[in-house]
């Protein structure tokens, strides 16, 4: 009876080793559509390549950059508050990408936020990114949000669809081992 057993178990290993030797590449994963309104700020709008004006909303898809980075993030919430210095960090790291062609954009959507606790957020923790409120958490479970803080790496190329290149829940603890990550789901190293 152990024998029969123990070549049913090798089989059964055998047959899912093969199933996944054969596999094809595992399914890319798109940006859902997401809508936000257009940043009152200039700075702002510039910073995502935006032409569109105050009072529009535009697609997370039409910010013009290679990659978009989405943070997941509460006001209320005491780990995004000590991620805040960190996620600044990260910021000045990926703009200085740009120095070797690699454009990378930030936007945080404020989980169960409303515009005020947004704001009160980027003063607070002096971001110095776009943030948007998500009260209804529509966007954040359109994202498939798991938890805050959360990061979701977009690849933007153009002709083709935003691809989620990168998942995140939880924090990261250096900025530049997040970085390596990003541009390396990316494709940039």
């Known amino acids: 009876m152990f024998q029969r057993f123990s070549l049913s178990v090798c089989f059964t290993v055998f047959a899912i080793a093969i199933l996944l030797a054969t596999a094809g590449p595992a ?14 700020s200039t700075e702002e709008r510039a910073y995502l390549g935006l032409e569109k004006e105050p009072g529009e909303t535009f697609s997370l898809a039409e910010v013009d950059a290679d990659i978009l980075l989405i943070e997941l993030f509460s006001m209320y919430c005491p780990y995004c508050q000590a991620e805040a210095p960190l996620i600044n960090d990260f910021h000045d790291l990926a703009l200085r990408q740009e120095e070797h062609d690699v454009d990378i954009r930030l936007v945080g ?4 936020n409303t515009q005020f606790e947004v704001d009160q957020f980027r003063d607070t923790y002096d971001i110095s990114f776009p943030l948007f409120p998500d009260k209804s958490m529509a966007l954040y479970k359109k994202l498939g949000g798991e ?12 002709g083709h669809d ?5 998942r ?10 997040f970085l390596e990550k990003l541009l390396e789901s990316a494709g940039y190293k």
């Open 27 to 40: 399914a890319t994963e798109t940006l859902p559509e997401i809508s936000v309104a257009v940043p009152e």
């Open 109 to 112: 959507l404020g989980a169960s």
């Open 147 to 158: 938890g805050t803080p959360g990061f979701l790496g977009v690849l933007l190329k153009e």
């Open 162 to 166: 935003p691809e989620i290149v990168l």
């Open 168 to 177: 995140q829940s939880g924090g990261f603890h250096s900025p530049e081992e």
